[in-house]
């Protein structure tokens, strides 16, 4: 048998995809690499008035202002440790198919490390979890669990509203006298 007919007859292989992994203290998540635009240092922030406590702030970033959340403190109510693994992750944040993409800043713990498997290794876990609907299935390793973290489910509407306001603010118009 010829290599060209060895290689046809062969199983098909299993759809890879590569997920971004990072840690809200002990426990594991993962982010579809698709979805990541960059990972930056932390940087600073300038903080946002009356915004929900896990909003971080905003950062000036080719051009553009972003909004950034600590994934930390909007799972489980504290800020991200600032360690030198802390980043400061660009995702692209899109509410719905209909809608154009944003960036949105996300603050991740020890996001150093990748994670290489097919997407349907990860499970439900059982639970209905509608307040924090952007923690998706579970996948078992050698290491544990690992959750893969929807980045489309991250904010409700008025927080959406909040930090992508429609139409798009005109600097323009906030310079008018009232």
């Not at 290689?7 to 299993?14: E, L, T, W």
């Not at 930390?72 to 899109?94: D, E, I, K, M, W």
């Not at 307040?131 to 998706?136: H, I, N, S, T, V």
């Not at 299935?137 to 008025?158: I, T």
């Amino acid at each position: 048998m010829s290599e060209i007919t060895a290689k046809r007859s062969a199983a098909p292989v299993a759809k890879q995809a590569l997920f971004l992994l990072f840690r809200i203290g002990s426990e594991r998540y993962a982010l579809r690499a698709t979805e990541v635009a960059e990972v930056l240092p932390r940087l600073p922030l300038k903080p946002i008035a009356r915004a929900p406590h896990w909003v971080a702030g905003v950062f000036a970033y080719r051009g553009t202002v972003v909004p950034v959340i600590d994934l930390s403190a909007l799972t489980f109510g504290h800020p991200a440790q600032a360690r030198t693994s802390t980043r400061l992750v660009l995702v692209h944040y899109r509410a719905d198919e209909s809608q154009p993409s944003h960036w949105l800043g996300l603050i991740l713990e020890q996001a150093n490390d990748t994670l290489r498997c097919n997407p349907d290794d990860f499970q439900p876990y059982g639970l209905d979890n509608r307040q924090a609907p952007y923690l998706g299935p579970v996948r078992e390793d050698a290491q544990g669990l690992v959750q893969w973290v929807r980045v489309n489910d991250l904010l409700d509407e008025s927080v959406r509203t909040l930090l992508f306001p429609t139409p798009p603010l005109d600097p323009a118009r906030l310079e008018e006298q009232p």
